[in-house]
């Protein structure tokens, strides 16, 4: 079993056409995409964590139609955009406003993951090594050394795992603040 992180797929959205008109052209053939892209990385036994804006605009029958077409087991960080008709879906527990996790990296190396629909400056663990995946932002904040965007604009419209996330914040040139005027990483 793998895990997965992801955000921000909008699903049924049509004002997110605005970012994503030139590579899907319509509502229909971007959620069509996201749901492909979703299943080629993810098995039927993969979790996945979706750090908000499952769905916004779909109706809560296309949303239960959505979710069922995804393969593996899902949780939700509950984003701005997800209303009952996303929060009532089968997550395998309840959404979440945040999370505090630990999850092993392809060596079996246990790292701790702050995991929130929005960016932080600073978050809990932050002095004790522990990582931060958000959404919300589409792409637009850069990554730090210990933060990035997990959502589908910032990773080629699919969800992502754990060892590309670490290889971005290893690569990443800003420092979260709070921990590079100690000289940290």
């Not at 769905?55 to 809560?60: Q, T, V």
């Not at 990582?131 to 992502?160: I, K, N």
Request: proline letters at 5%; a negative charge.
């Amino acid at each position: 079993m793998a895990i997965f992180f992801t955000a921000d797929t909008h699903f049924g959205d049509p004002h997110i056409l605005r970012h994503r008109q030139a590579r899907y052209g319509s509502l229909e053939a971007h959620d069509a995409a996201l749901v492909a892209g979703w299943n080629a990385v993810v098995g039927p036994d993969d979790a996945v964590w979706h750090l908000g804006d499952f769905a916004a605009g779909a109706s809560r029958a296309r949303c239960a139609e959505l979710f069922a077409e995804l393969n593996g087991i899902k949780r939700l960080v509950r984003g701005n955009h997800d209303s009952n008709r996303v929060l009532d879906l089968p997550w395998a527990e309840p959404p979440v406003d945040s999370a505090r996790i630990s999850a092993p990296d392809a060596q079996g190396r246990e790292h701790r993951l702050f995991l929130s629909h929005y960016a932080h400056r600073a978050w809990p663990g932050l002095w004790r090594e522990t990582r931060h995946l958000y959404g919300h932002s589409h792409g637009w904040l850069p990554d730090t050394s210990r933060s990035c965007d997990v959502g589908v604009d910032a990773w080629d419209d699919r969800p992502v795992g754990l060892d590309a996330i670490l290889a971005r914040q290893d690569a990443a040139e800003l420092v979260p603040e709070e921990i590079a005027r100690h000289g940290l990483r």
